[in-house]
């Protein structure tokens, strides 16, 4: 028979943020916990210290990496590592410690998929400042997921806000190398990717705008070329795919049309013009995904929040809202490889 439910699985993030306060109250939904065959991959003292932050409790029966398939729905299992004692950490404060227990989960959650024992993965928040004192090589998790997935293809962050979705053509760069990085294939190759993206989510012809680089998308070229140049190409490019797609349009004003719902995304060209816009409508709620890579993987946009950890006050909306998005993806991609 084929699978119906997704199997997913949850890596536990950084254990000196809110992270495992948030997974407490996530695994507290019982009616989420329905919705797929759930493994989390940590260490049960970490998770526990949030339970008790939360004032929830969890009933898991302990499994190794090799028995995740005894997840069924609503019965959520707990591999743990047993790789970090949450008393030997100072709460709300990067460590090397904290990165490596981060780093290891997510490995953990990524070879799973990889051996195909799950389809899809949810990470509560990490740290970029720990991960890079614990060895992390890469700039940001996406790459360094690809890398351990063995993936050369594209791949890409996104962040959605309710129906509101940002992508980017360049992420996590020095924003003096991001006009180099622009170029009339990259552009035309992200609006594929961002259409495909929508479209697993259920939106059939996402209609998407494309912000310019430079103020007033240049001003027909008085304050730069490249929207006439490469941007408006690739928009036209695009259209000749058959997508939905208008611009460039000026960064200032092009999240007006997408919060009115004249369009379901926005196409920013580097990672601040499009997270700015989005956090600033609905920090609590925002999604990312990483998108493009063989498997699904959701996060809450936000970040650690290292202030307010162990205070009981982390709003768990953006993990909610983070384990129904990849929900969604990894049915579609279940729904369409069995039909």
Known sequence: MTQSIPRICIAMGDPAGIGAELLAK?????DLMERACVSVVGDRRVLAEG???ASTRSDMPPVGLAEVGRASAGRPVFIDLHHLDPRTLRRGEASAAGGAFAMRN???ALLLAKSGNIDGILFTPLNKLALKQAGNPYPDEIRWAAGVLDWQGPCSEYNRLDDLWNARVTSHEP???VPGMLTRERIAAAIDATAATLKATGVPRPRIAVAGLNPHAGEGGL??????????PAVEEGRR???AVDGPFPADTIWIKARRGDYDAVLSMY????????KLLGFERGVTI?????????????????DIAGRGIADPSATIKAFETLVALCSGRLARAAA
């Not at 996530?26 to 019982?30: E, G, H, P, Q």
């Not at 304050?223 to 408006?232: C, L, Q, S, T, W």
């Not at 990483?290 to 290292?306: D, E, F, K, M, S």
Request: hydrophobic share 40%; charged share 25%.
């Open 26 to 30: 996530l695994l507290a939904r019982v």
């Open 51 to 53: 339970e008790s932050v």
């Open 106 to 108: 997510f490995r953990e």
């Open 175 to 177: 924003l003096r190398e």
């Open 223 to 232: 304050f730069g070329r490249e929207e006439i140049d490469v941007i408006a």
């Open 241 to 243: 795919r058959g997508h």
């Open 271 to 278: 990672h601040d013009q499009g997270q700015i816009a989005l």
């Open 290 to 306: 990483l998108g493009g890579l063989p498997v699904p993987i959701a996060t809450p946009a936000h970040g650690t929040a290292y």
